[in-house]
């Protein structure tokens, strides 16, 4: 791979992300390799930059698309688990969609980014005294990269960040509360 190659996918990918339009803007159809998949990870979290050792269990289920070798979409089912102290207490889940672009870098090895929105769903406890369903949504990030055994099954490694932002006025309660999750996991997928 020539430097000039290196530097026309990373530019195809910037101007992808910068406008927005990475689907209508899909490079080189002749080298595209377009396939949907599903798939599982399990993982676990931090939040607010916690110690990865107290972590927690985080699971998902996604099925994404790619458009070719450079563009993709991805939906998935989080379950990240439940956290809790002396006052508080919180069981997240949440459903994303994504926007990802890939970094091909050999036929069995890519790196991937992903941005896109999380809709969660917080079942929050307060001093055991106070009990409520809080939901929202937020946007969220994260890195990746994919081994492919063949073209059906391929393993990911990923880390993302999700932030959750609660209120007083959401919750009723006297507390402003912003919350970084990260979720360091593994995956496998199963392309069709």
């Given amino acids: 791979m020539t ?5 026309k996918k990373t530019g195809h990918l910037a101007l992808a992300f910068t406008l927005g339009t990475g689907v209508f803007l899909a490079v080189n159809p002749a080298c595209a390799d377009p396939g949907v998949y599903i798939g599982a990870g399990y993982g676990i979290s931090r939040v607010d930059n916690a110690d990865f050792s107290d972590n927690k269990a985080v699971m998902k289920a996604f099925v994404g698309g790619k458009f070719n070798d450079y563009i993709g979409i991805e939906g998935a ?3 990240f688990g439940e956290v809790e102290n002396a006052v508080y207490s919180s069981s997240l889940k949440g459903n994303s969609a994504a926007l990802l672009g890939y970094l091909p870098l050999t036929e069995s090895f890519d790196l991937y980014i992903k941005g ?4 969660w769903s917080d ?3 307060v001093l055991n005294t106070y009990e409520d369903t809080i939901k929202g949504n937020e946007l969220f990030y994260g890195l990746g990269a994919n081994f492919h055994f063949n073209k059906m099954i391929s393993m990911r490694a990923e880390i993302e ?7 007083a006025e959401e919750i009723g309660v006297n507390i402003d509360n912003s919350t970084d999750v990260d979720v360091a996991s593994l995956g496998i997928a199963f392309g069709y």
Avoid at 116 to 119: M, S
């Fill in 3 to 7: 430097i000039l190659n290196v530097r």
């Fill in 77 to 79: 089912i989080n379950d």
């Fill in 116 to 119: 896109g929105q999380l809709w």
């Fill in 123 to 125: 079942k929050v406890t």
């Fill in 161 to 167: 960040r999700y932030k959750v932002e609660l209120n």
